[in-house]
């Protein structure tokens, strides 16, 4: 028998340009949308009655962004969400992704470009949003946003046995890519500020933990972003531990006190866990 099952349309790109009186706005958007629900007689029998097709799913993304524009991805997101639960009389559920690039003002001899823009890196901002029958959830948070700190950073004191030939140190170099995921409280929000200031936080620890592990510092990320803002009730972090390792100069007759390093890509620790408000 059928058990679970989705459909829906993945990868829509959207890139959508203001154009004010004085500087162009540019928004760089990935779309994911899903729907969940009575889709069996699709499957078993090839019944397309009640299927949106997802060309029309992707359709709507753009029209819907010409006709009432992006703003706050949280909110495109809601908007969609609750498109396409309307549109599909099957569906129980919609899912809404938006993953946004952030595109940055190039500088110019007056001050900001007002049409000229640079990609800012890797780093992204996410929003997931479930609409049901009964209510939704919004999630959001950011992939890849790279971090580096040079010290008060080491890892020692951890279990061994007889495979294990990695040194104690007190004194390391710890690099990772944050993806943050955090659920919001029902409620009025403002999404974009919220989401900055939950940024600022995860900084902010990064920087001023002293830490033993990555372990260490992604439980304190996540406490300082539950204490700070009564707005999450959860949020689940992965840091990937992108390894710097201590280069042996030995053989060229030369030390190194913690100077030079090798920065690999693989294979690399993963450590990942959510946390969420106690009763």
């Known amino acids: 028998m ?9 990868g829509i790109r959207l890139v959508h340009r203001r154009r004010r ?8 958007l990935t779309v994911a ?11 078993v029998e090839g019944d397309n009655s009640v299927i949106l097709p997802t060309d029309t799913m992707k359709n709507t993304v753009y029209a819907l962004a010409r006709t009432r524009g992006i703003g706050a991805i949280e909110t495109f997101a809601l908007a ?14 919609a899912r809404v992704s938006i993953t946004e690039r952030p595109w940055s003002r190039l500088p110019s001899g007056s001050g900001e470009h007002p049409s000229a823009f640079a990609l800012s890196g890797a780093e992204r901002r996410v929003v997931r949003v479930e609409r049901t029958r009964s209510g939704v959830s919004v ?3 950011l992939e890849d946003l790279t971090l580096l700190k040079s010290g008060s950073s080491g890892f020692s004191g951890f279990l061994r046995d ?5 040194r104690e140190t007190d004194d390391r170099i710890m690099a990772t890519a944050v993806r943050a995921l955090w659920s ?18 995860l900084l902010e620890t990064f920087a001023d933990h002293v830490s033993a592990s990555v372990q260490h510092t992604l439980h304190a990320m996540g406490e300082a972003v539950l204490d700070a803002h009564s707005e999450v009730t959860k949020i689940r972090l992965s840091m990937p531990n992108k390894h710097h390792l201590l280069v042996d100069l030995s053989p060229f007759g030369l030390d190194n006190p913690g100077e ?16 969420k408000r106690g009763r």
């Open 162 to 166: 007889a495979y294990t030939t990695l």
């Open 21 to 28: 009186s004085d500087r162009h706005e540019i928004r760089d």
């Open 33 to 43: 949308v899903a729907l969940e629900g009575d889709f069996e007689a699709a499957h």
């Open 139 to 141: 999630r959001a948070g």
């Open 80 to 93: 969609l969400a609750d498109h396409f639960l309307g549109a599909s009389a099957a569906a129980s559920a």
């Open 184 to 201: 919001y409280a029902p409620g009025e929000i403002s999404w974009e500020p919220v989401s900055r200031a939950i940024r600022s936080t």
């Open 260 to 275: 030079v390093f090798v920065a690999t890509e693989e294979p690399y620790g993963l450590i990942e866990a959510t946390m």
């Open 2 to 10: 059928l058990a679970e099952n989705s459909y829906g349309k993945s």
